[in-house]
């Protein structure tokens, strides 16, 4: 068969609300306390086959950690090996798959996830990562549907960018084939959807994956892996291990096939990935690819014209959300001395009302973080503010006796470059410096300077002169740059993501710029009537 094929025109998928009395809200409950009555045996997945170690880590929910939920099977240099071999054995017959018949499976994942899967993705993400209803639906379910969506759009795209001339009897085209080898997807515990991305979105452009997730975010990743395999996603296309990142590293960095790193996650393992590739680059068959989006510390300005409300919300909604462990979370403000008691108090009485508790009660709008390491690194903060005497005029206190509980924490520092208001938390933790009026164009320097990162940062101004001013001053502070709202909350197909600087390559996840790295083109000039006769004219 052959055409030019239309894909389905990408729309976002609907978010749902989860209100109570709501249908939507009963079928939610219900899977998770069946996901909850379960203990999971959770395999890798190499070559289409599950494979068991019997070396295993036990899953708890981060906020119920004396309920077991599952456990799963850890690899070694062995797996990763195999994980390779795999993936190299399916290559040759995935690359050479018809592009729409890889799209169709993508869109069928989606409508997988959207549909049959929705509640399940939901719950699992929920009780292995700690997010509450809302946050989960927006990351697990949509984003993750609109990234298989828009990418296989952006795919059809970009096949039909040819060349736009050709000489009279010569026909030019463009060819982009799949990178000579297998990518390494590394993906973060805190997003479901970036678990599935990024694996993903280099397998529909016909590569081939080896696929390491954060050993916190395996719950999910599992039914992620068996939805895929259920929408026909030929066995070794993605290739699931876990394991010490170190050790599979050894493998996957030391092997001459490597063609591409798709990572999410901390800077300093980020940086080790680069120089390794960069000391054994003499290996590889090609220059493997790199792109990723790594940390933040990110910003929100705030402007004397600003609406004091607006500020409040923002800075709850940014920083407290998913327990700030969003690399876009606002986890600095800068506020202007003439507002600045007005929004105190408008965000310590919405924080009053804000209920801190398990995933499973819809009321809590925090929950626990991710994990024991989390925890103690978060409260140390705290423990720091404390000691040097900065005032902490909401939360401070924090328990992981039941679950890994910090409360939402709003720091007061009297100087714009102390430790919070510089290093990554990661955390519920935001600190706030109260700025002079007529500071505002000393507040643009110390912005733009004060964080090794530039992911995102936020404006909030009525005056227009100010939201112009702080654009141009601030274009290379954050790569997602947000006027008058939150700095979380990109929407695929809306708000590409990426950052710079220390925060990533900028190859915008949920855009045409992300696919377009995990190809490598070919140009093809054909020509109909071809010289028999080497002379030209001027040698007459």
């Known amino acids: 068969m052959n055409g030019f094929f239309q894909i389905p025109k990408a729309i976002n998928e609907p978010v749902y609300a989860y209100a109570t009395g709501s249908v939507e809200r009963k079928n939610l409950q219900n899977t998770i306390a069946k996901w909850r009555s379960e203990i999971h045996n959770i395999p890798m997945f190499i070559g289409g086959k599950e494979i068991r170690t019997g070396i295993v880590q036990q899953i708890f929910p981060p906020h119920d950690l004396s309920h077991k939920i599952g456990e799963f099977h850890i690899g070694n240099e062995e797996h990763a090996r195999m994980a390779i071999d795999a993936a190299l054995a399916a290559k040759e017959s995935w690359e050479s798959m018809p592009w729409e018949q890889r799209a169709a499976i993508f869109l069928k994942v989606a409508d997988l996830f959207a549909t049959k899967y929705r509640y399940d993705i939901n719950a699992v993400t929920m009780l292995g990562q700690s997010k509450n209803a809302y946050q989960a639906e927006i990351d697990a379910v949509c984003e993750l549907v609109d990234f298989l969506r828009f990418n296989v759009q952006y795919m059809a795209e970009i096949y039909t960018e040819q060349p736009g001339e050709n000489s009279p009897g010569i026909w030019n085209r463009l060819e982009y084939r799949p990178l000579e080898g297998f990518v390494f997807a590394v993906t973060p515990f805190n997003f479901t959807a970036i678990a599935g991305n990024l694996p993903t979105a280099a397998a529909m452009m016909g590569n081939v994956v080896v696929w390491k997730p954060a050993d916190a975010q395996v719950y999910s990743a599992n039914l992620l892996m068996r939805v895929f395999k259920e929408a026909g996603l030929p066995d070794g296309v993605i290739n699931l291990i876990y394991g010490d990142g170190p050790t599979i590293g050894d493998v996957v960095f030391n092997h001459p096939e490597l063609s591409g790193l798709h990572f999410t996650g901390s800077t300093k393992v980020f940086r080790h990935m680069w120089k390794t590739i960069g000391m054994n680059i003499e290996k590889y068959r090609s220059y493997p690819r790199i792109v990723g989006e790594t940390g933040g510390k990110d910003f929100v300005l705030v402007h004397p014209s600003a609406h004091s409300k607006v500020v409040s919300t923002a800075l709850l909604r940014g920083a407290f959300e998913f327990q700030g462990q969003k690399c876009s979370a606002a986890s600095r403000a800068y506020i202007p001395q003439s507002l600045w008691p007005t929004v105190k108090d ?195």
């Open 346 to 540: 408008q965000l310590l009485s919405d924080l009053k009302t804000v209920k801190v508790g398990p995933t499973e009660d819809f009321s809590n709008f925090v929950n626990a973080v991710i994990d024991e390491r989390a925890f103690d690194k978060i409260a140390a903060y705290i423990d720091r503010a404390k000691k040097d005497d900065v005032e902490i005029i909401a939360g401070g206190n924090y328990d992981k006796s039941k679950g890994y509980f910090i409360e939402p924490t709003v720091i007061v520092a009297k100087d714009p470059k102390y430790t919070t208001m510089c290093e990554e938390i990661f955390g519920p933790v935001l600190t706030i410096y109260v700025y002079e009026d007529s500071q505002w164009q000393e507040m643009l320097k110390i912005v733009d300077s004060t964080s090794e990162y530039a992911l995102t940062g936020a404006v909030i101004a009525q005056d227009r002169y100010a939201i112009t001013e702080a654009t141009w001053a601030l274009r290379n502070s954050a790569g997602n740059f947000y006027i008058n709202d939150k700095p979380t909350g990109a929407v695929v197909g809306q708000q590409p993501f990426g950052g710079a600087r220390g925060s990533g390559t900028n190859d915008k996840a949920g855009a045409k710029v992300n696919l377009l790295r995990w190809v490598s083109q070919r140009t093809i000039k054909e020509t109909f009537n071809p010289p028999t006769d080497y002379t030209y004219p001027f040698l007459g």
